[in-house]
C-alpha cells in the first residue's frame, strides 16, 4: 500500500439542518474555486430543484478544492434518516468525514446514524460543532453530549482521537477554541490535511475501481463515479466490468473525468485515491460493481446498505380521470421509471406482484418514496401510490416488527399534545429534557407503524415549531393495533364538478379539499369527515330555479378554503383502502373501490384487524 501524500478525501455528515451544505459553499469560496468575478448562489451544492425547494440535500455530490499543496475531494451528503443509503455508500470512497452538530440542538438520532456508519468504516472523524453564534447556543453541553455518543459508538480506542472546531458556517469562519472568533475557515483547512490521513491505496497494480454511484451522459451514456482503489485509468483503456454473480463485461474506458471545484474535467490519465467519472459504454452497469483491468481482473466487496423499512404499492393509474392532465403510464413503462429509481439509489427495491399493473416499492421512508413519486410527476408522468406499511420479519416463528428511537423538540405547551397522540399510537415515554429556552426534549419508543401519519399532526400540534427525528431501535413483537387516522373521509357519490351550492352544505360535515369546479368522480375523496365513519357526499349538487323566493335567496355562499395536501401529507393521511393518484397538475386521494354500494362506510372494522 502506498500514499498519495498531496490528497485528501472527505465526507461531511450531519443531520438534517445542522448546516452542512452552507459550510461546503465557505469552503469552496475561501479554496478559490470561484473567481472574483463569478456569480455563486448559496447552497451551490443542492443542484435539484427538489433539493432547492425543500431545502434539503437529497443526493450525495462530490467536488474538489486545493488548499496549498494539497487537493481536497469532498463529499456532502445528505442529512435526512430516509436518504441514509446515500450516506453509507459515499463513506466508501473517504478516509475521513467532518461530523457537523447545531451547537443548539446538539446530536439528535441522525448525527447517530451517520456517526455509528462512519466508525464502522474507520474513517478518521473531525467534529466541528457548528452554529455557535446562535442566541441558544450550549457549546459546552452539545460538546459533552457528542463526545459521550462517541464513547458509547466507538469500538476502538483511536476512535476517539479527534480534534474539535467550532465554527459558523453561515458567515465563514472556525476556530481551534471555543472563545475565539477567527475570521476565515483556514483552521478548519489545517485541520483535515493535518488529522484525515492520505488515500491508502495501491498506485501499482492492476486497475480496481468500485462503482458507488451513477451518472447519465445524453452523450456518453451511463457514467461510473468512484474512488480508485489501485492501479491507473486510462482513456482507450481494455476493462472488464465484474457485477453480481461474477457476471463480467468486457469495454474499453472512452473518457475519464476528475472533479475541480463543482465542474467535472476530462483528463487522460487519473491514478489511485483519486475519485474519477469513467464513462465505459455499458449500459447494464450498477451500484456496487467493480470496474477493472481486462488483464487481472479482480472485484472488490459490494456495497452493503441497511436494508428498506417500508414499502408501498404503486399501480397504473385506473381513475376515470386518467391520461387526462399528464402521459398514462402503461404497467410497462412504470416498471421501467422505478427500476431507474432503484438503479440510482442503492436503498430502494422494486418487486412485482400478482397483479401486473402493481408493483411494490420498498423504501427507508415516506419522504425517500414522496421523492421518486415527485420526480414522477416532473417526467410528466401519472401512478397512484397506497399507504406506507413496515416491512417486518419473522422469528423463530414470531413476527416481529421495527421499534424506532424518536425524538422530539416541541414547546413546552404543546408537550401534552404530543405525548396524548404518541400514547395513542403504542408509543412509550424513554426521556424528557426541559431547557431554558422554553422548549422540551421528549424521547419515545414507538412502533415504526405508529409514525406512519403522524408527520402532519405533529406539526399541527406544535404549530409548525416541533422537530421531529428518530432512528431504528431494534425488532419487538406487534404492541397492537390502532387507527392511524381518526376521522373518516368525505367521498363523492357521483361524477361532475364540484359546485359551490353543495359544498356550502357539506362544509359542516368536516374539513373540504376540493375548491368550486373541480372535476371529481365517484369513490374520490373530497374531503375529512369530522367523524370516524366514512360518508358519502353529493358534491355537485346544483340550486334548482323556481319563481318562488325565500328569505335567504340573495345570500352568498361564503366558502373556506379548501385544505391543499402535499404528496407528503396525502401519504401520512390516507388509510389502507385508499390511493393517492398521482399526475404533473394534481394530488388526489381515491378509493381502491370506487362504487359506494360495494363500500363499508364504517372504519371500526380495521382497529380489530
Request: proline share 4%.
Amino acid at each position: 500500500m502506498s500514499e498519495q501524500l498531496n490528497m485528501r478525501n472527505i465526507a461531511i455528515i450531519a443531520h438534517v439542518d445542522h448546516g452542512k451544505t452552507t459550510l461546503v459553499d465557505g469552503l469552496l469560496k475561501q479554496s478559490g474555486t470561484f473567481s472574483e468575478r463569478e456569480a455563486v448562489s448559496d447552497r451551490v451544492m443542492d443542484s435539484m430543484d427538489l433539493e432547492r425547494e425543500r431545502g434539503i440535500t437529497i443526493a450525495a455530490k462530490n467536488c474538489s478544492m486545493q488548499y496549498k499543496d494539497s487537493r481536497i475531494n469532498i463529499v456532502d451528503t445528505p442529512g435526512h434518516a430516509d436518504f441514509g443509503g446515500e450516506v453509507e455508500r459515499s463513506l466508501m470512497m473517504v478516509d475521513g468525514a467532518i461530523l457537523l452538530v447545531d451547537a443548539a440542538e446538539g446530536p439528535l438520532p441522525q448525527t447517530r446514524f451517520v456517526l455509528q456508519k462512519a466508525l464502522a468504516q474507520n474513517i478518521s472523524m473531525i467534529l466541528v460543532i457548528n452554529k455557535v453564534d446562535r442566541p441558544d447556543a450550549r457549546v459546552a453541553e452539545v460538546e459533552e453530549e457528542v463526545h459521550d455518543l462517541f464513547l458509547e459508538l466507538s469500538s476502538h480506542d483511536d476512535h476517539l482521537d479527534f480534534p474539535t472546531l467550532y465554527a459558523s458556517g453561515r458567515d465563514g469562519w472556525a476556530s481551534r477554541t471555543a472563545d475565539k472568533q477567527t475570521d476565515s475557515l483556514s483552521d478548519l483547512f489545517d485541520v483535515v490535511v493535518e488529522h484525515v490521513p492520505p488515500p491508502r491505496v495501491s498506485a501499482d497494480g492492476p486497475l480496481q475501481m468500485l462503482v458507488n454511484n451513477l451518472s447519465y451522459s445524453s452523450y456518453l451514456g451511463r457514467l461510473a463515479i468512484g474512488r480508485i482503489e489501485r492501479g491507473t485509468i486510462s482513456t482507450n483503456q481494455s476493462i472488464v466490468l465484474l457485477g453480481e454473480n461474477n457476471n463480467s463485461t468486457p469495454s474499453k474506458v472512452v473518457k475519464v473525468f476528475k472533479y475541480q471545484g463543482l465542474n467535472q474535467v476530462e483528463t487522460e490519465e487519473a491514478g489511485a485515491g483519486e475519485i474519477v467519472i469513467v464513462a465505459t459504454g455499458i449500459d447494464t452497469m450498477h451500484i456496487g460493481d467493480t470496474v477493472a483491468a481486462a488483464s487481472d481482473p479482480e472485484a472488490l466487496p459490494r456495497i452493503e446498505v441497511d436494508p428498506p423499512t417500508v414499502n408501498v404499492e404503486v399501480s397504473v393509474n385506473t381513475s376515470p380521470l386518467a391520461g387526462k392532465e399528464g402521459t398514462y403510464l402503461t404497467s410497462r413503462k412504470l416498471e421501467e421509471f422505478l427500476k431507474k429509481e432503484a438503479l440510482n439509489n442503492v436503498a430502494l427495491r422494486v418487486e412485482p406482484t400478482d397483479s401486473p399493473e402493481v408493483f411494490i416499492l420498498s423504501a427507508r421512508g415516506e419522504l425517500q418514496v414522496s421523492i421518486v413519486m415527485e420526480n414522477l410527476r416532473r417526467a410528466g408522468g401519472e401512478c397512484m401510490v397506497g399507504r406506507p406499511k413496515v416491512i417486518t420479519q419473522v422469528e423463530d416463528g414470531v413476527e416481529k416488527e421495527p421499534v424506532e428511537h424518536l425524538v422530539l423538540d416541541v414547546p413546552d405547551p404543546s408537550v401534552g399534545a404530543v405525548t396524548e397522540k404518541l400514547s395513542l399510537r403504542k408509543g412509550r415515554m424513554t426521556g424528557m429534557q426541559n431547557f431554558e429556552n422554553g422548549r422540551t426534549r421528549v424521547e419515545f419508543s414507538i412502533p415504526t407503524r405508529g409514525l406512519l401519519g403522524y408527520r402532519s399532526t405533529f406539526l399541527t400540534d406544535t404549530k409548525g415549531e416541533g422537530l421531529m427525528s428518530s432512528y431504528f431501535a431494534g425488532w419487538e413483537e406487534p404492541r397492537g393495533a390502532f387507527l392511524t387516522r381518526l376521522n373518516g373521509a368525505l367521498v363523492a357519490d357521483r361524477s361532475g364538478k364540484t359546485t359551490e351550492y353543495a359544498l356550502g352544505s357539506l362544509e359542516a360535515r368536516g374539513k373540504l379539499f376540493v375548491a368550486v369546479g373541480e372535476p371529481v368522480y365517484e369513490g374520490m375523496v373530497i374531503g375529512e369527515h369530522s367523524r370516524d365513519s366514512n360518508l358519502d357526499v353529493n358534491a355537485i349538487r346544483e340550486k334548482k330555479l323556481t319563481n318562488m323566493r325565500s328569505s335567504g335567496a340573495d345570500e352568498a355562499v361564503k366558502l373556506a378554503p379548501p385544505t391543499r395536501m402535499g404528496l407528503e401529507g396525502c401519504l401520512d393521511w390516507i388509510d389502507d383502502d385508499e390511493w393517492i393518484e398521482v399526475t404533473p397538475v394534481s394530488i388526489r386521494v381515491r378509493k381502491r373501490i370506487l362504487a359506494a354500494n360495494m363500500r363499508h362506510v364504517s372504519r371500526k372494522e380495521k382497529e380489530k384487524k
